[in-house]
């Protein structure tokens, strides 16, 4: 059985299909990246997932249980996590501080305990903090951090939860290239040691390629391609909606004479 399998799901804003009739499944421990030019239903989708939205049509069942119509905190209960969700309170305590809140909300949800200090947590805190490699900045204000370090923070927070499946729209946004790779790579690892299901969107078709198990193409709300990075690369429907959007698939010189294939990379 699928971790997340998402069946038929349609949702419409007065007359613009936004998603229409998509389905997918995600495994566990697998990075799923969902593409598509803007406009395409990416975010739409999310929603669905996550809660916020109520889908016209179709099903989104996690482990068997279907999540369309509960409240968006009955799924986040239930392990689905997101990054890009700073709490008001984000930058008025440090790196630390924001992960043994996340642990402490953890704690209290299982067991409805209300622990007045959270210093418990904190070697739990600085375990977390140490896998995405902010350990060194845990004393340190969430307010003075680097972008990419937020996300990493972020990431933190998320896995506090103990997700089975996590949603990432547009991690990246605003991110140099280097970051980017460097936030997914870490997205990958933490997915497969703790087995966690991960549904993303990116713009940076290199990204997509080297992170992502499966990608799947949105095209005006409809699925039109799905498949590896070699797949869609090489898919002519998936070049011809990227055809004029500013994001065109074009051959890279291969880095070796090695024989393997040439990436390939969006250009604007
Ligand atoms: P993407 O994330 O792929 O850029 P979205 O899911 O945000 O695409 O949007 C898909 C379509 O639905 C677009 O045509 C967008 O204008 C429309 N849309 C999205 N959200 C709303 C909304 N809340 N109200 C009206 N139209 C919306
Ligand atoms: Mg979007």
Same mark, same amino acid.
């Given at each position: 059985m699928s971790l997340l399998r998402v069946s038929h799901l349609s949702m419409s804003f007065g007359g613009v299909?936004?998603?229409?009739d998509v389905s997918f499944d995600i495994e566990p421990g697998k990075l799923l990246a969902l593409i598509g030019p803007n406009g395409a239903g990416k975010s739409t989708c999310f929603n669905i997932v996550n809660g916020q939205l109520r889908p016209s049509r179709g099903s989104v069942m996690l482990d068997g249980e279907e999540?369309?119509?509960?409240r968006p905190r009955d799924i986040w209960r239930r392990g689905v996590g997101r990054t890009f969700?700073?709490?008001?309170t984000f930058n008025s305590m440090t790196v630390l501080e924001n992960v043994q809140m996340a642990l402490l909300s953890r704690e209290k949800r299982l067991?409805?305990?209300?622990?007045?200090?959270?210093?418990?947590?904190e070697e739990q805190a600085l375990a977390l903090l140490d896998q995405v490699g902010m350990a060194a900045h845990?004393?340190?204000?969430?307010?003075?951090?680097?972008y990419g370090d937020v996300k990493r923070v972020e990431m933190a927070i998320a896995l506090a939860n103990r997700p089975k499946l996590l949603l990432m729209d547009?991690?990246? /946004? &605003?991110?140099a290239p280097q970051e980017r790779n460097e936030l997914m790579a870490l997205t990958k690892r933490l997915a497969v040691e703790r087995n966690i299901g991960v549904l993303f969107t990116e713009h940076s078709m290199d990204v997509v390629f080297a992170s992502a198990d499966d990608i799947i193409v949105l095209a005006r709300g409809k699925l039109i391609a799905q498949g590896n990075a070699h797949m869609i690369r090489n898919d002519a429907n998936v070049q011809a909606v990227y055809f004029g959007t500013g994001k065109t698939f074009q051959p890279r010189a291969?880095?070796? /004479? &090695?024989?393997?294939e040439a990436p390939m990379e969006p250009r604007a």
């Open positions: 299909k936004a998603v229409d999540l369309v119509g509960m969700q700073v709490a008001a067991y409805g305990l209300w622990k007045p200090a959270a210093s418990q947590f845990a004393q340190r204000a969430c307010s003075v951090l680097a547009e991690p990246t /946004a &605003g991110m291969p880095l070796s /004479a &090695g024989g393997g």
